[in-house]
């Protein structure tokens, strides 16, 4: 038997989200679309909190240039789920994030993506380094 792709103890960070009503759809479980709000936040929040990213006045701003979901088992409400962060690579102005979405408690993920962050000047939206106290922040969540 393989073992699977996508373990809990594969990731750095965890973020906890918990399900909302009208994430569930007409089949009963949250929708697909809704993975990609759940990458979104718990990297979000992780900037935010951990690498002090002024989403409302700083001077560089992160845009998702690319993103893309595997879903392996479903998730509905109300569920809490974890969403799992690393950090795949780290350029200059860009980072790709490897998430996955676990039901609390479970060790096999339930979805698997990947989105890049390219980092550019608020005024200008052209790319810049990664500021320091950001690449420190995602540096800690870099995959072996």
């Not at 962060?85 to 979805?111: H, M, P, T, W």
Request: proline content about 3%; charged content about 20%.
């Amino acid at each position: 038997m393989s073992q699977p792709e996508h373990l809990r103890s594969d990731y750095a960070h965890f973020q906890p989200i918990t399900t909302r009503w009208h994430d569930n759809d007409l089949y009963g479980h949250v929708n697909n679309v809704v993975y990609y709000s759940f990458f979104d936040s718990a990297v979000n929040t992780y900037l935010i909190e951990v690498g002090g990213l002024d989403i409302h006045d700083g001077d560089v701003v992160g845009f998702v240039v690319s993103s893309s979901c595997d879903y392996f088992a479903s998730i509905a409400f109300p569920e809490r789920i974890e969403v799992g962060l690393r950090v795949g690579k780290l350029g200059n102005s860009s980072v790709q994030y490897e998430l996955a979405i676990f039901k609390a408690g479970e060790d096999e993920a339930c979805a698997a993506g990947r989105f890049v962050h390219v980092f550019v000047d608020r005024t200008s939206n052209r790319p810049v380094a990664i500021p320091e106290t950001l690449r420190a922040a995602l540096a800690r969540l870099l995959r072996d």
